[in-house]
T-cell receptor, first 115, second 116 residues
Framework: AQSVTQPDIHITVSEGASLELRCNYS??????LFWYVQSPGQGLQLLLK????DTLVQGIKGFEAEFKRSQSSFNLRKPSVHWSDAAEYFC?????????????WGLGTSLAVNP | GAGVSQSPSNKVTEKGKDVELRCDPI?????LYWYRQSLGQGLEFLIY????????KSGLPSDRFSAERTGGSVSTLTIQRTQQEDSAVYLC??????????????FGPGTRLTVL
């Protein structure tokens, strides 16, 4: 069965520090992988996605993620965190059964940023 | 252009009452998804529409939950005889058709349902 694990429920970093949010997935084939961000009072916004090709993908707001098939991981990184990055981050894997592109989600990682 | 809209934004109801949640997808998006976000459970897939048909209803938690879509546009999620465990944020997303590659799902702001 498809599943996504985000091992860290909550992370606190200082502004300007680097960030890595972990994501592990279980999927029987090559997955479609996603990171979404949910800021307080805001809807879910797509940060980046991986379908195939280059395993290092760039997204919006200076985020990047690396797909590692051997580790079944798709960790999100940012070299220097800004206070506005405080939010909930969700990793998701996309199904590809027929035309159904439903998303299977991790439980999320809440990011707090200290000034 | 307008994004995905959902109404109401908040709904408080009493246990045992029926509720209807509405989703207006982005114009031209033929695929529509309902998800539920609740504490401790994260985001869960409920149902997928392609046009007016629902090929995948596997995420609906019980037969108290149903959804329909009319005119290939607006969708309504109905919960009958609500229970306290139905309290959650219900999110709707839409995308272009899922054929071939992947099309980004755009999410609405959600409806927060509270069952007293």
């Amino acid at each position: 069965a498809q599943s996504v694990t985000q091992p860290d429920i909550h992370i606190t970093v200082s502004e300007g520090a680097s960030l890595e949010l972990r994501c592990n997935y279980s999927y029987g084939a090559t997955p479609y992988l996603f990171w979404y961000v949910q800021s307080p009072g805001q809807g879910l916004q797509l940060l980046l996605k991986y379908f195939s090709g280059d395993t290092l993908v760039q997204g919006i707001k200076g985020f990047e993620a690396e797909f590692k098939r051997s580790q079944s991981s798709f960790n999100l990184r940012k070299p220097s965190v800004h206070w506005s990055d405080a939010a909930e981050y969700f990793c998701a894997v996309g199904g590809n059964a027929g035309n159904n592109r439903k998303l299977i989600w991790g439980l999320g990682t809440s990011l707090a940023v200290n000034p | 252009g307008a994004g995905v809209s959902q109404s109401p934004s908040n709904k408080v109801t009493e246990k045992g009452k029926d509720v209807e949640l509405r989703c207006d997808p982005i114009s031209g998006h033929t695929a529509l998804y309902w998800y539920r976000q609740s504490l401790g459970q994260g985001l869960e897939f409920l149902i997928y529409f392609q046009g007016n048909s629902a090929p995948d209803k596997s995420g609906l938690p019980s037969d108290r939950f149903s959804a329909e879509r009319t005119g290939g546009s607006v969708s309504t999620l109905t919960i009958q005889r609500t229970q306290q465990e139905d309290s959650a944020v219900y999110l709707c997303a839409s995308s272009l058709a899922g054929t071939g590659g992947w099309n980004e799902q755009f999410f609405g702001p959600g409806t927060r349902l509270t069952v007293l």
